[in-house]
């Protein structure tokens, strides 16, 4: 079987730097400033990027920020052309870098679907023909005669999404376009993307969010510094790009805003003893150093996880441990180890410390903390439980009557 | 379906390609019609009521006031048949001129020839001339004009050709110019604003005392789309070596239009 898609050494350069950013002005190409001085500063986003991909094949591209994801993502979908290299492809491709292109305030519901459809590439009767299921999947039929500027944004984006997943192309690229909406809207969308992976269509994904990737991907690619580090299967290609980021090491904490401090105490830094990514109910492990440098009485350190909308979930302590704790000036060292009952998601992790005489430190965001879903088994419904923690719990069910 | 993604260079028409996304360049010109009369309580009637006010306007200025000559047909047809013209004309190049980067977030998300954007815009344009005929017919009735019909079906579709290829070829060059220097935002309608004085919308060419001036006012290509229009109803030949330079000028503009249109085109999405 021919590959759908060659991609044969590509490379992307771009330049940088200059005074005007990205576009001149008449007078900058009339009367260079400099002639010497013209800024070459080149910047290759992608180098000798080359992998095959073949029908059915359902691929995640992940790296950190500026690892070059997007860049290959505007040239498949033939936004930029690459400076060298060249892709090979065999098929339709629908390129959804973003939801609700060309979306227009002034024209309804009903108008930027078909809008929309064209814009991705549907023809106008295949959009006739899809207009009620489109309709049906956003949600919006109420309101497809009022201006889209009426709309809340989660209803924009409800209708857009709902276009983008009737799109039927050989090779689906998709930009991130899930981490928005909320929750219930995600899993709907997440489902369609799986269904759609199912249905034997080629999809090129690119994603933050490892649990989405893990769900619809069967093959990763990992990116750094724009070219490729590993290709394999996802959750290889997961662990090798959690490895690579947790290389990075130890925080610097002493750098890090701080709401408290004193003269007293100071955490000096924080790391976990593994990774920084952990499955749900795994244990974290973190080393926290601190510095005195006077008598402390009854020291306290405590550290806390909060979500993302800053709700506080978990707040511990070193009194439990150590009731009434008083350190000499010196360097100390905390091996903490807990086994937090959360869901999958992202975390915050905030440090702080107090003594008798009142607060030392109070460190917030010193991390963040991805829990990841245990991979077997991703479907909700196959858990025993749900919601914001886990808990393990007895049932015994007895017929009485 | 096989097709390779490489470095661009060079320089292709890719008409074939065009057609291929013809829906979507009738989506945009539909769009852009749309949003351009949606608020507006009267809606379409504008594109009437424009072109109907600006004539009086000058009617009364040149007309009456300064008494310029209308080649002997009473000042309002004279002045509405040039504007006829001239609005797809400022009209067109000032939206396609604008067009690439008023579309700038959608050129960065998805491909599709870029040059169905300053292509929809001219159309636009024409939409509101077709409305504006309207216009122009109800002031040849009510002037009780003796007109030619066959010179009519001639000489008025001739005229709105070299009207769009000129707009479309100058829309296009200032289009990509437009996405590499912000400049012609501003250049734009200054520009506009100065061909009008070069085009015979309030004056007729006859006026002119010398010979190499109507030379100049040929080579712009609006002054011989005006002509054309006019010939239409005026019993006037029309002369051959002006109208040949302004055809020339027409397609000459289309040709640099088009070719640094897509010459620079596989970079818009970079810089846009």
């Known amino acids: 079987m021919k590959p759908i898609l060659e991609i044969q050494n590509i490379s992307k350069k771009f330049r940088i730097g200059g005074d005007s950013g990205g576009y001149k002005t008449l007078r900058d190409n009339l009367f260079p400033k400099d002639r010497k001085k013209k800024d070459k500063t080149e910047f290759w986003a992608l180098q000798d990027v080359s992998f095959d991909v073949f029908p059915g094949d359902t691929i995640g591209i992940i790296g950190k920020n500026g690892a070059g994801k997007s860049t290959l993502l505007k040239i498949l979908s033939r936004i930029t052309p690459p400076t060298k290299g060249k892709i090979i492809c065999r098929g339709r491709i629908a390129s959804l870098l973003e939801v609700g292109t060309g979306f227009h305030g002034e024209l309804s519901g009903k108008e930027n679907i078909y809008l929309n459809g064209s814009i991705l590439g549907l023809k106008k009767t295949e959009i006739n023909k899809k207009f009620d299921e489109i309709v049906d999947f956003s949600g919006v039929e109420k309101f497809l005669d009022t201006q889209l500027k009426h709309y809340s944004s989660g209803m924009q984006l409800r209708l857009a999404f709902a276009v983008a997943a009737h799109l039927e192309p050989e090779i689906l690229i998709i930009d991130e376009v899930l981490a928005v909406g909320d929750a219930e809207f995600q899993r709907k969308c997440l489902g369609k993307m799986e269904e759609v992976g199912n249905s034997g269509r080629t999809i090129i994904f690119v994603s933050h969010n490892l649990p989405q990737l893990q769900s619809i991907c069967k093959q990763g690619i990992l990116l750094e510094h724009g070219s490729i580090k590993f290709n394999g299967k996802t959750n290889k290609t997961i662990t090798e790009y959690l490895r690579a980021k947790n290389a990075e090491g130890v925080i610097d904490v002493i750098n890090m805003p701080k709401v408290i401090k004193s003269d007293l105490f100071q955490i000096s830094s924080f790391r976990f003893k593994k990774n920084k990514d952990f499955f749900e109910q795994e244990n974290i492990e973190m080393i926290i150093c601190f510095i005195v440098t006077g008598v402390i009485n009854e020291l306290n350190i405590g550290f806390s996880l909060s979500d993302l909308s800053n709700n506080l979930l978990i707040e511990c302590r070193s009194s439990g441990t150590y009731p009434s704790y008083d350190v000499k000036p010196g360097e100390y060292e905390i091996a903490l180890q807990i086994k937090p009952q959360l869901k999958n998601g992202v975390y915050y992790l905030s440090l702080g410390a107090n003594c008798s005489s009142g607060n030392l430190e109070y460190i917030p965001h010193v991390a963040e903390i991805e829990i990841l879903p245990t991979l077997t088994n991703i479907e909700l419904w196959k858990n025993n439980s749900n919601g914001l923690l886990i808990t393990n719990s007895t049932w015994s069910i007895n017929q009485t009557k | ?272």
């Open chain 2, 1 to 272: 379906m096989e097709y390779e993604i490489k470095p661009q260079k060079g320089f292709s028409l890719n008409f074939r390609e065009i057609i291929q996304y013809s829906e979507l360049f009738y989506f945009f010109t539909w769009r852009d019609i749309k949003v351009k009369y949606k608020q507006a309580l009267l809606g379409f009637l504008w594109a009437i009521l424009q072109p109907l006010f600006t004539m009086l306007i000058f009617t009364f200025f040149f007309g009456n006031l300064l008494g310029v000559p209308s080649d002997g047909i009473p000042y309002p047809i004279f002045a509405f048949s040039g504007l006829l013209m001239w609005n797809v004309f400022s009209s067109g190049l000032s939206s396609a001129g604008n067009s690439m980067v008023s579309n700038a977030h959608i050129i960065k998300k998805i491909y599709f020839p870029r040059l169905i954007i300053p292509m929809s815009s001219v159309l636009v344009a024409v939409f509101d001339f077709f409305m504006s005929f309207i216009v122009f017919i109800g002031l040849l009735i009510y002037f009780q004009m003796d007109v030619d019909i066959l010179k009519m079906c001639l000489f008025i579709p001739a005229s709105l050709l070299l009207t769009i290829i000129c707009t479309f070829g100058m829309g296009s060059f200032l289009a990509a110019l437009n996405v590499k220097y912000r400049d012609f935002r501003y250049i734009i309608p200054f520009m506009i604003q100065s061909l009008m004085f070069l085009t015979p919308v309030i004056y007729p060419v006859s006026i002119i005392k010398y010979q190499w001036a109507k030379y100049i006012i040929a080579a712009n290509p609006m002054a011989g789309a005006v002509d054309l229009a006019r010939a239409a109803i005026i019993n006037k030949p029309i002369q051959t070596d002006l109208m040949l330079i302004s055809v020339i000028s027409a397609f000459l503009f289309l040709f640099i239009g088009l070719f640094y249109f897509r010459r620079t085109e596989y970079y818009f999405a970079d810089i846009a």
